[in-house]
């Protein structure tokens, strides 16, 4: 079971993501910043904060390049987070996912857009090997961060948290047990994602119910760590949308 984690300052970056946060989550913004030279092109974003009483400020190159490349001249300081809700384990389908050693940000960031489309309850990372909520992530993400939480576990005990509340926990591995077009998943599914490079761990392994493995033409190489993700997660929920 894992603990509510404390709330976190993050900061998004990109024309998008900073939107979507204003939009969905207001109440933890606590500014906005612009770049001075480019403030006339965000129009958009000056309107929308004065409406929800979110104050703006004019920054200049030093302060957005010390943030990320690719900020498009705004930014947003957010003091919280989507907060992983345990009641969600009691919804007759859900989706989970345990990320064992996702280290790239654009990786984390892609998984989080698509677990956002895709309607997952949760993404849970080790307290190690890991990349956190860094402004890139958040950009990559394009709002997905506002929407879906991402938690902070001891791996074993959350998984087995999971087991104990009636999920399967699947694994993505190559030679797996079953191909994922011929998997059928439980209504109740944790899928867990190894690391770029060396996959699950072997101490994450013994948890899991299923292996699977995404079907390839070339067996010396792989497919990205999101894109396996994100056609995996699409075959696992496919059947609520037949």
């Not at 998004?12 to 906005?32: D, L, Q, T």
């Not at 007759?92 to 489309?117: A, K, M, Q």
């Not at 944790?190 to 690391?195: A, E, I, M, W």
Request: charge should be neutral; proline fraction near 5%; aromatic fraction near 8%.
């Amino acid at each position: 079971m894992s603990k509510k984690k404390k709330p976190q300052n993050r900061i998004v970056i990109g024309i998008h993501s900073c939107m979507e946060a204003i939009k969905v989550n207001p109440g933890w913004v606590s500014e906005v910043h612009l770049l001075d030279t480019q403030a006339n092109e965000h129009e958009v974003f000056t309107g929308l904060c004065k409406k929800k009483n979110i104050p703006v400020r004019l920054k200049g190159k030093k302060f957005f390049n010390q943030l990320a490349g690719g900020h498009q001249g705004v930014s947003v300081s957010m003091n919280e987070s989507p907060q992983w809700q345990e009641s969600a384990a009691e919804k007759e389908e859900s989706l989970v996912v345990f990320l064992d050693g996702i280290e790239d940000p654009h990786n984390l960031g892609s998984i989080l857009r698509t677990s956002w489309l895709l309607n997952v309850d949760g993404i849970f990372i080790p307290k190690n090997r890991r990349v956190d909520l860094t402004p890139v992530v958040c950009k990559v993400a394009s709002g997905g961060v506002e929407h879906v939480p991402v938690e902070s576990c001891h791996f074993p005990s959350q998984l087995e948290w999971f087991k104990e509340q009636g999920y399967w926990v699947y694994g993505l591995k190559e030679g797996g047990d079953v191909l994922l077009p011929k998997q059928n998943a439980n209504s109740k599914a944790v899928l867990v994602v190894g690391s770029e490079g060396t996959g699950l761990r072997s101490s994450t392994e013994k948890f899991c119910d299923q292996f699977i493995t995404i079907p390839q033409v070339e067996s010396g190489s792989s497919y990205n760590a999101s894109v396996a993700f994100a056609m995996s997660a699409y075959e696992m929920t496919r059947s609520r949308y037949l």
